[in-house]
């Protein structure tokens, strides 16, 4: 079992970015990936990207293509998830993941 801590959430203006961390407390290649899921009020909790720890291939959700880049740090046991052009839809609190660990989630809010 694997506890995962996230930080980097905050609020940010629509066309703004935040990085979002999401550190292990062990090492992630236990993992055979890792993934980055969001919640908005209301809805679903949905896949946002995943990443393969041992490889890097990452995949994304379409609506978030293009402006959203995950990816890993072996050294440092940390996956990243950099959101750019962020816009109002894509507040919610946003949850680490790996295997069958969840973090407690970082509030992200992007004001229009």
């Known amino acids: 079992q694997v506890q995962l801590a996230e930080s980097g959430g905050g609020l940010v203006q629509a066309g703004g970015s935040l990085r979002l961390s999401c550190t292990a407390s062990g090492s992630i290649l236990s993992l055979n990936s890792m993934g980055w899921f969001r919640q908005a009020p209301g809805k679903q909790r949905e896949l946002v990207a995943g990443?393969?720890?041992?490889?890097?291939?990452?995949n994304y959700a379409v609506s978030v293509k293009g402006r959203f880049t995950i990816s890993r740090d072996l050294a440092k046991n940390t996956v990243y998830l950099q959101m750019n052009s962020l816009k109002p839809e894509d507040t919610a609190v946003y949850y680490c993941?790996?295997?069958?660990?969840w973090g407690q989630g970082t509030q992200v809010t992007v004001s229009s």
């Open positions: 993941t790996g295997g069958r660990d």
């Open positions: 990443i393969t720890t041992r490889t890097g291939i990452a």
